[in-house]
């Protein structure tokens, strides 16, 4: 085999390494993902201003929980690279820190929930809506510290290119928050019918049992044997933590700037009314699933080129970047004519509301247009994660949403009278100066010296 990092052989053995990796990654995103559009799909059919303030909620959950996140995602590079080197206690390390970060950090999070409906008022937001929406949050507070644990052990596992055990727990799980669903929401097997209550209910309870049920599967498979160490002294030492937090914090900063653009587009669209909202929440649910793929490659390519940094295969990163930018890009633009040639059949989905339907038709084309820039933009920053340079997405995000994307939304949704189509249409613009930056940014830095993209351990 050619040296060459373009060698067509080493690209198409790329492509099939990426492909095992990322495959269940994306299928455990998109099993994430599918849990809010039963949700919302369910509680469509008990009433429009319960929709509304599920879509209100389900983006505050996000945007709220994103740094949190992020903060736990801080291990990506450090498990992935000890991983390369062959650095078991280093691995074993990492994840315990993760997991004290995520228990830390899940206690404000929940307190921050329960002041939902005072923070949607003091946004603008309809009274009502408010009122549902705190409801909601109260019964999935168990989401702040299950789905966090989760995502410790998630990245643990995929760090060490085992990414099959999530998607399955994600899998049954998904099951579970179905059953629950039908259970509570509409009052089946006795239970009295709980509506939106029983939407959170269930969402909170499947959340709590996701990181049960992946530790178990962990223990009974053995999967922590090499990468595993006991609890003393050094698990909670605090050099160690300022370390994993100077990588984790800004993650946490990248995901909660896009993540909360989302969130201020989503309250400029609650002044509009209630069935703008609606239709706004349906393709958001829609975009947001689609997106859960390129999510998946994205991870799987910062392990990938975590693993090559730490066996110092330099040629190797940069045959994984072209293949990960292919494979984000190339998703979405199928994505993208999806969301075009069934705009109308799509929203029929989630509502049988004529104006929903409507107004969420008219919004598809343009969700579909920024699909390639999407899936491109956040394979980019998760293959800077992986390199150790979790800074650059929050840099780029800044400038992207909150210099372009969000000011045009707003010029040209109330400025030009666009309406919500204008909020989309400059979305669409930030998220596309995000992902031209990214590639930029991503080419520049493959191409630093070994040394310089390894990061400590401690």
């Not at 959950?61 to 062959?86: I, T």
Request: include cysteine; glycine fraction near 12%; aromatic fraction near 10%.
């Amino acid at each position: 085999m050619s040296a060459n990092p373009l060698d067509e052989g080493r690209t198409r053995k790329e492509f099939r390494t990426l492909f095992a990796l990322s495959a269940p990654v994306a299928a455990t995103q998109l099993g994430m993902m599918m849990m809010g559009v039963i949700d919302t799909m369910m509680v469509a059919r008990v009433g429009l201003a319960e929709l509304a303030a599920v879509a209100v909620a389900s983006t505050w959950a996000w945007s709220s929980g994103s740094l949190v996140q992020g903060m736990v995602q801080g291990m990506d590079p450090l498990v992935s690279q000890a991983h390369g080197r062959g650095d078991g206690e280093a691995v074993g390390l990492a994840l315990q820190r993760g997991i004290v970060i995520a228990i830390a950090a899940s206690v404000p999070l929940a307190l921050l929930w329960t002041a939902t409906e005072p923070l949607l008022l003091a946004f603008g937001q309809g009274a009502e809506v408010a009122r549902l929406a705190q409801i909601y949050m109260l019964t999935r507070l168990p989401s702040a510290l299950g789905f966090n644990l989760f995502i410790a052990m998630r990245q643990y596992l995929a760090g060490r290119g085992l990414t099959r055990p999530g998607m399955w727990v994600m899998f049954i799980c998904n099951i579970l928050n179905v059953f629950l669903n039908w259970v509570l929401i509409f009052g089946n097997l006795g239970v009295p019918p709980l509506g939106l209550q029983g939407a959170g209910l269930a969402t909170g309870i499947t959340n709590i049992i996701l990181p049960i049920v992946l530790w178990a599967w962990i223990v009974r498979f053995k999967l922590h044997e090499g990468a595993w160490r006991r609890w003393d002294a050094r698990s909670f030492a605090w050099p160690g933590y300022a370390r994993y937090l100077a990588l984790g914090l800004p993650v946490g900063f990248q995901l909660a700037l896009e993540a909360n653009a989302f969130t201020v587009a989503m309250l400029m669209v609650g002044w509009m009314g209630v069935a703008e909202l609606g239709a706004h929440q349906i393709v958001m649910n829609l975009a947001s699933l689609t997106f859960m793929v390129p999510l998946g490659i994205a991870i799987g390519a910062g392990a990938r080129a975590g693993n090559l940094i730490g066996a110092a295969d330099l040629p190797g990163l940069h045959v994984a970047c072209r293949v990960a930018f292919f494979m984000g890009g190339g998703v979405m633009a199928f994505a993208a004519v999806v969301f075009i040639v069934f705009r109308n059949e799509l929203p029929a989905l989630y509502t049988p509301d004529v104006a929903a339907i409507a107004l969420a038709a008219t919004l598809l084309p343009i969700a579909g247009a920024f699909q390639i820039a999407d899936g491109v933009q956040v394979v980019g920053a998760g293959l800077l994660r992986g390199m150790g340079r979790p800074m650059a997405g929050a840099i780029v995000n800044l400038i992207g949403f909150y210099l372009i994307g969000l000011p045009l939304a707003y010029l040209l949704a109330f400025r030009l009278e666009m309406g919500l189509a204008g909020i989309w249409w400059g979305l669409a613009a930030g998220l596309g100066g995000v992902a031209i930056t990214l590639v930029g940014w991503v080419t520049r830095t493959s191409r630093s010296p070994l040394s310089e993209l390894s990061v400590a351990s401690e």
